[in-house]
């Protein structure tokens, strides 16, 4: 297998910056062979690309295309701290969507960075996951994704 960050790269992406923590927490923490993420939300060049709720404001495949920018966010995170390449692969994806009443496709919006998962890590990238809808999310974002990882 390709490493991810090549298969980055293969894919024409690049790992943002890293935002900066909006409370007391940092981007990401190691334990042992793990590294958790803090919650990303879909910051784009340092500000939310939109806000809204998902099936009001924002439409289903909106939510999907910020999931995926939520997951590249983390994948930065943890670059940042152990390098992307360190990756053995992706235990766990957490993700949060802002609900209008009644939308129920949170685990379609939440395919997007699962997606993005399996095409940068194929086979390790594949992973248990919660989709849960929400009433609100911090800034006003539709979504927020955090990850655990497992280092090689």
């Known amino acids: 297998m390709t490493s991810p960050s090549t ?10 910056s890293v935002a900066p923590p909006a409370g007391s927490y940092v981007p990401a923490r190691r334990s042992g ?3 958790f ?3 990303q939300v879909p910051f784009v060049d340092g500000s939310l690309a939109t806000t809204g709720k998902v099936g009001a ?11 995926r920018t939520c997951a590249l966010n983390a994948l930065a995170a943890i670059d940042a701290l152990v390098g992307l390449d360190a990756v053995a692969g992706v235990v766990k994806v957490v ?15 939440i395919n997007g960075a699962s997606d993005l998962l399996a095409d940068v890590f194929g086979e390790a990238g594949r992973h ?3 989709a849960v809808g929400v009433a ?6 539709p979504v927020e994704v955090e990850l655990v990882v497992e280092l090689a």
């Open 33 to 35: 062979a793990l590294v």
């Open 136 to 141: 609100e999310l911090p800034l006003g974002a």
């Open 128 to 130: 248990a996951r919660s």
């Open 7 to 16: 298969r980055l790269r293969e894919l024409g992406l690049t790992l943002p």
């Open 95 to 109: 993700g949060f969507v802002a609900s209008a009443p009644g939308f129920t496709g949170q685990p379609g919006v």
């Open 37 to 39: 993420t803090a919650g």
């Open 57 to 67: 404001e924002v439409t289903p495949e909106e939510g999907r295309d910020l999931a």
